[in-house]
């Protein structure tokens, strides 16, 4: 699909004096105007310039949230998803404060899934490497158009898929899982500069996870697992940015300690690194 932005032709201006505009002998009221340029290839993101004589504050808005979204003369605005926009300016010069605003369609967001195999339909093993961890191997098999982990005590073993990313560059996780319930059990997305060695156990950035121990994946679940998740190195929000460009290992690993991964083991499906563009 191309994503192409486009910028509605309809504009409003609206001037109004703020509560903070002070005496009107200061002088008159700034007569707001401003420039918005899609970026080139990144449909999501804006720049703004304010073209208001006299100006020394600038505020910008979206039209949906309260507060505003930039505080410079020129800026960069960003909208994660495709809608349509009111974008204003609210400027303050010596006269006090007057708004002016564009009416604009943006696309959101363009993100690409940079994973191969991640559907777990027939052949997406050739794209993936068991990893034996050391120890009594968890099961991990793609059968059913899923990639199943399970085990009957206690356990380790991943799998991963090395990838190329761009330094700076956001880059999110998605993936469903579902299971009956396990009990002390780990099942991590990892994600490492190293290249995993089979034999050994591997530890790097956990992105998100289940853990039974911090209370998810206890009970019953079908989700996707980054809502799902209760543990992380990070925010927990399946985000990450890289500080150069490179190749880094998504390691998925389900183990137990004490316990299983429930009845059926945990299921894997529609897994997903995606790259902002």
């Given at each position: 699909?191309?994503?192409?932005?486009?910028?509605?032709?309809?504009?409003?201006?609206?001037?109004?004096?703020?509560?903070?505009?002070?005496?009107?002998?200061?002088?008159?009221?700034?007569?707001?105007?401003?420039?918005?340029?899609?970026?080139?290839?990144?449909?999501?993101?804006?720049?703004?310039?304010?073209?208001?004589?006299?100006?020394?504050?600038?505020?910008?808005?979206?039209?949906?949230?309260?507060?505003?979204?930039?505080?410079?003369?020129?800026?960069?605005?960003?909208?994660?998803?495709?809608?349509?926009?009111?974008?204003?300016?609210?400027?303050?010069?010596?006269?006090?404060?007057?708004?002016?605003?564009?009416?604009?369609?943006?696309?959101g967001i363009r993100r690409i899934n940079i994973l191969k195999g991640s559907d777990m339909e027939t052949g997406a093993n050739a794209h993936w490497t068991i990893l034996n961890t050391g120890g009594d191997q968890t099961a991990i098999q793609f059968t059913g158009g899923k990639l199943v982990f399970s085990n009957t005590g206690n356990s380790n073993g991943a799998i991963y898929q090395a990838v190329t990313v761009k330094k700076d560059v956001e880059y999110t996780f998605a993936g469903k899982v579902k299971g009956n319930g396990a009990t002390n059990t780990w099942f991590e997305v990892i994600i490492g500069t190293a290249q995993p060695e089979q034999?050994?156990?591997?530890?790097?950035?956990?992105?998100?996870?289940?853990?039974?121990?911090?209370?998810?994946?206890k009970v019953v679940f079908d989700g996707n697992l980054t809502a799902l998740s209760c543990s992380s190195d990070g925010a927990n929000t399946g985000t990450i940015k890289f500080d150069k460009d490179g190749t880094v290992y998504l390691v998925i690993k389900a183990g137990s300690s004490g316990g299983t991964l429930g009845t059926g083991g945990i299921q894997m499906d529609d897994v997903q690194f995606l790259e902002e563009q």
């Open positions: 699909m191309k994503f192409i932005p486009y910028i509605a032709a309809a504009a409003m201006l609206m001037t109004a004096c703020s509560p903070d505009a002070g005496d009107a002998e200061l002088g008159p009221l700034p007569e707001v105007s401003f420039t918005a340029t899609p970026m080139p290839n990144k449909p999501h993101k804006i720049i703004v310039e304010s073209t208001t004589p006299g100006a020394f504050r600038w505020l910008w808005y979206n039209g949906v949230a309260a507060n505003p979204i930039g505080t410079r003369s020129r800026d960069t605005l960003t909208f994660p998803e495709a809608g349509e926009y009111v974008i204003s300016l609210r400027a303050f010069g010596k006269g006090g404060s007057a708004t002016a605003s564009k009416k604009m369609t943006m696309e034999g050994k156990d591997y530890a790097a950035f956990k992105l998100v996870s289940l853990n039974t121990w911090a209370g998810c994946g």
